[in-house]
């Protein structure tokens, strides 16, 4: 089995042996990441902090120009360019603020799907119960989880 699905802040990738949340879905990601541990969650964090750094300075670039346009509107014309390449750096970045790691298939304990939310219940790296949730998911990609749920359920 390979699936993979999208939701809110990134891709899910399911084989035989891990469920792995990535940023791109693309398969070669999955190689190197990490069980969800603190070495991980530390990882996630950093990545995280860099991301909404960058979120910030797009929010500084944008309030400057509309200071400098109002300090002295009648001989500037707004930067449109500018602002509409600030919004689509922003919207391309959402995809980066996702968490990257897997979780084996043999360490979930549950599946919690509502509407478009999943709750994943299941053993980190330290064997402590843990969850992650991920939002706005696909049709396909709750399905796979439902279907994922009954397999767990029968073995």
Not at 33 to 47: A, Q, T, V
């Amino acid at each position: 089995m390979k699936e993979y699905f999208k939701y809110a802040n990134g891709y899910v990738n399911i084989n035989d042996e891990n469920l792995f949340l990535t940023n791109s879905g693309n398969w070669s990601e999955t190689h190197d990441l990490l069980e969800k541990s603190p070495k991980s969650i530390k990882w996630n964090d950093i990545k995280s902090l860099k991301i909404y750094s960058y979120y910030l300075l797009m929010l500084l670039l944008i309030l400057a120009f509309v200071i400098d346009l109002l300090k002295d509107f009648d001989n500037k014309t707004f930067p449109f360019g500018v602002l509409l390449l600030c919004l689509a750096g922003i919207a391309y970045m959402q995809r980066e603020t996702g968490k990257r790691y897997k979780i084996p298939i043999s360490k979930i304990i549950s599946f919690d799907i509502s509407n478009d939310k999943v709750k994943i219940l299941f053993r980190n790296a330290n064997n402590i119960a843990d969850f992650e949730e991920i939002f706005k998911v696909d049709t396909k990609g709750l399905a796979i989880l439902e279907d994922l749920s009954r397999q767990l359920k029968i073995n």
